[in-house]
């Protein structure tokens, strides 16, 4: 008895300690205003990078010998790029963590921006193009961040509010400052651009964005800075969530109205 009576003491002693360390385990990071800064950079890029070109889009068929059809389609298969590696990028980091799924989509749109901006072909570009692509898709991650450091349910749809104004935005100035760009540097400083800023976003990531997704008292070997544990382990998979958002008649009927008005359909009717 006595044995048993020192054990429950020592173990009473110890698990206010031990729900400390859990507790600081799923505390949540704190963004400062250059970190929110970052995270609109981040959500910008993706749809200014998808129509900066456009103006210039005649003199890059010109000078690569192509049709403006082909050249049109590296817009085109940009925007399936987004549209797969938008699901996948969500779940993959419900699983390891927005930082390092943001870190490293940036490699790829850098690498992408680079080869569109030294593309000798036009298959070249539109190979390129599908690699930015990818990297873009990174800015769907920007609507999850909120979710994960605001537990105010009204602080937080204000803050995806915010970022969801500043989509438009981006989308309804990059065709005038890209062709300004290329105006003046060519279509290619275009994309050299745009991997300038994929770069900048890329170090202030790796400098200053913290791990936002909720993570468990057992984290990757390596200490702080391993991809963390999702705290919420049931998670459904990827496959049921497309079908409950599939078979949802008000879904599938926006998503028609949207690519119906996104690809100028209704006036060709």
Same mark, same amino acid.
């Given at each position: 008895?006595?044995?048993?009576?020192?054990?429950?003491?020592?173990?009473?002693?110890?698990?206010?300690?031990?729900?400390?360390?859990?507790?600081?385990?799923?505390? &949540?990071?704190?963004?400062?205003?250059?970190?929110?800064?970052?995270?609109?950079?981040?959500?910008?890029?993706?749809?200014?990078?998808?129509?900066?070109?456009?103006?210039?889009?005649?003199?890059?068929?010109?000078?690569?010998?192509?049709?403006?059809?082909?050249?049109?389609? &590296?817009?085109?298969?940009?925007?399936? &790029?987004?549209?797969?590696?938008?699901?996948?990028?969500?779940?993959?980091?419900?699983?390891?963590?927005?930082?390092?799924?943001?870190?490293?989509?940036?490699?790829?749109?850098?690498?992408?921006?680079?080869?569109?901006?030294?593309?000798?072909?036009?298959?070249?570009?539109?190979?390129?193009?599908?690699?930015?692509?990818?990297?873009?898709?990174?800015?769907?991650?920007?609507?999850?961040?909120?979710?994960?450091?605001?537990?105010?349910?009204?602080?937080?749809?204000?803050?995806?509010?915010?970022?969801?104004?500043?989509?438009?935005?981006?989308?309804?100035?990059?065709?005038?400052?890209?062709?300004?760009?290329?105006?003046?540097?060519?279509?290619?400083?275009?994309?050299?651009?745009?991997?300038?800023?994929?770069?900048?976003?890329?170090?202030?990531?790796?400098?200053?964005?913290?791990?936002?997704?909720?993570?468990?008292?057992?984290?990757?070997?390596?200490?702080?800075?391993?991809?963390?544990?999702?705290?919420?382990?049931?998670?459904?998979?990827?496959?049921?969530?497309?079908?409950?958002?599939?078979?949802?008649?008000? &879904?599938?009927?926006?998503?028609?109205?949207?690519?119906?008005?996104?690809?100028?359909?209704?006036?060709?009717?």
């Amino acid at each position: 008895r006595e044995v048993r009576l020192l054990e429950v003491e020592e173990a009473s002693a110890t698990s206010p300690a031990t729900q400390e360390d859990e507790t600081a385990g799923q505390q &949540t990071p704190v963004l400062k205003w250059y970190h929110w800064g970052l995270i609109i950079s981040i959500g910008m890029l993706g749809p200014f990078s998808q129509d900066s070109y456009v103006p210039n889009m005649p003199e890059m068929a010109s000078e690569l010998h192509t049709s403006s059809f082909y050249a049109g389609l &590296t817009l085109q298969v940009n925007l399936l &790029t987004k549209g797969i590696f938008n699901i996948w990028f969500g779940h993959l980091s419900d699983k390891i963590g927005r930082r390092p799924v943001i870190i490293s989509s940036f490699f790829a749109y850098v690498a992408g921006a680079i080869c569109c901006s030294i593309a000798p072909t036009i298959g070249w570009l539109i190979a390129a193009r599908v690699l930015q692509g990818i990297g873009e898709s990174t800015a769907a991650l920007t609507q999850a961040i909120p979710r994960d450091v605001m537990d105010d349910e009204e602080e937080r749809m204000r803050m995806m509010a915010i970022l969801g104004f500043i989509r438009p935005w981006a989308i309804m100035i990059a065709p005038s400052v890209g062709g300004l760009l290329g105006v003046a540097f060519g279509w290619r400083n275009v994309f050299m651009f745009l991997a300038g800023w994929g770069v900048l976003n890329l170090a202030c990531a790796a400098l200053f964005l913290p791990e936002t997704l909720q993570t468990t008292a057992a984290t990757a070997p390596g200490g702080g800075g391993g991809a963390p544990a999702a705290a919420a382990g049931d998670r459904p998979s990827v496959k049921s969530q497309l079908r409950r958002l599939f078979c949802d008649r008000e &879904t599938c009927g926006l998503l028609i109205t949207v690519t119906l008005v996104r690809t100028n359909v209704p006036p060709m009717l």
